[in-house]
Every structure is written in C-alpha cells, then in structure tokens.
C-alpha cells in the first residue's frame, strides 16, 4: 500500500530507466546503431515498445541518450584527461583510457562512438552524422588544451595543436578497431606507449 501511495500520479513506469539505458548503450555497443532493431532493444531491455517509446522517445532518440550515457560512464576517461597538468600526461591519459574502455571485462570490445556507424547505410546517415560530431567535439576540445600548452610553453611554440589532437584520436580510433577485432589490453597498450614516443618534447 505504501508504494501505491507514494508512486506519482498517472500511470507507473513499471521499469527500471536507468538500468533500461544501461541495456541499451551495452546492445549498440556490441552491434551497432543498424545492427540493432526495436525488437532487440526492448528485448534485452525488457520493456515493450511503448513503454520505450514513452521513455526514451524513438530508436534515434534512445541512441542519443545512450551515447550520452557512454560519454558519462566508459568513455568519461577522455574529458578527465584533459585536466591533466601537461600535454604529455594528457595525451597519455586519454590514450591509456582508450585502451582500458575499448578492453573493459564484461563490456563490448571497442568503442561505441567508433563501432556505432561504421556499417550504417541511409537509413543511420542521422546517427552517423550524431557521432561524427561527438567525436569532433572530442577532437576540439584536444586541440584547445594542447593550445593552451603551446601559449604557457607547455609544447614548442612550433606544434600544431589540431594536428596533435587528430593524431590521438586517430590512435584511440584505430586501438578500439584493433580491440574489437579481438586485440588484447596488454598488446594495445603497447600500440599506445609506442605512439606516446612520438609525442614533441616540451
């Protein structure tokens, strides 16, 4: 009776939302917005359709919220790194925390914004161009840090910052890639300590 009372008013949810999300990232993670349909979604997250629907909106909209709950949670190495006091500490952090997410124990291999599109056709051009953004926001918030280490003489004058933040990108994306493919953590950090040693002195 207690819960009856305390529930708010109209119908009750009758789900977990957040473990529902949790679900959801984990699936387009492991298959891909594409390789993904309603009936998989609401499967693994135990809820009908419209129950879904009234929660999280349509397929994309659920994407989008699930991608913003893999930005929080997995992937949250990359904005943490950026607080790191030096350019080099930086661009280790974010390739160490790559390598750690892409080979998470009991977590798809890879990287969601990574294995998210890369088999989407027309019909995922949307969520494509979401997480070709996502990943160039990412982008751009490497370059603006590695500025600031170029203007506090952090980096050489003569480094580029947008160049910098391209290359360990590139790596992070080829290390999830490698990972999904079936590459070890040890192996691919290695792959990530070898791209550090091409890093500019300061």
């Not at 109209?10 to 984990?26: K, N, Q």
């Not at 909106?57 to 991608?67: M, V």
Request: with cysteine; charged share 25%.
């Amino acid at each position: 009776m207690e819960s009856m009372r305390s529930a708010p008013i109209g119908r009750p949810r009758g789900f977990d939302a957040d473990e529902a999300l949790e679900r959801a990232m984990v699936l387009f993670w492991e298959q891909g917005y594409e390789g993904v349909s309603l009936t998989d979604l609401t499967s693994a997250m135990g809820i009908a359709k419209t129950s879904m629907y009234a929660a999280f909106g349509n397929k994309e909209e659920l994407f989008r919220k699930a991608l913003q709950r893999y930005a929080e949670g997995p992937a949250a190495y990359a904005a943490r790194s950026l607080e790191e006091p030096t350019a080099r500490e930086v661009a280790t952090a974010f390739l160490t925390g790559s390598v750690r997410a892409s080979t998470r124990p009991g977590c798809p291999a890879g990287c969601l914004a990574v294995q998210g599109s890369l088999a989407a056709g027309d019909a995922g051009r949307a969520t494509r161009d979401v997480l070709s953004a996502w990943r160039d926001e990412g982008r751009s918030h490497l370059r603006d840090r590695f500025q600031r280490a170029v203007d506090e003489g952090d980096l050489p004058a003569a480094a580029d910052p947008a160049l910098l933040a391209r290359y360990l990108m590139t790596v992070a994306n080829g290390i999830a890639v490698q990972a999904a493919g079936g590459a070890g953590r040890d192996e691919l950090q290695r792959v990530a300590d070898a791209a550090l040693r091409n890093w500019p002195p300061a």
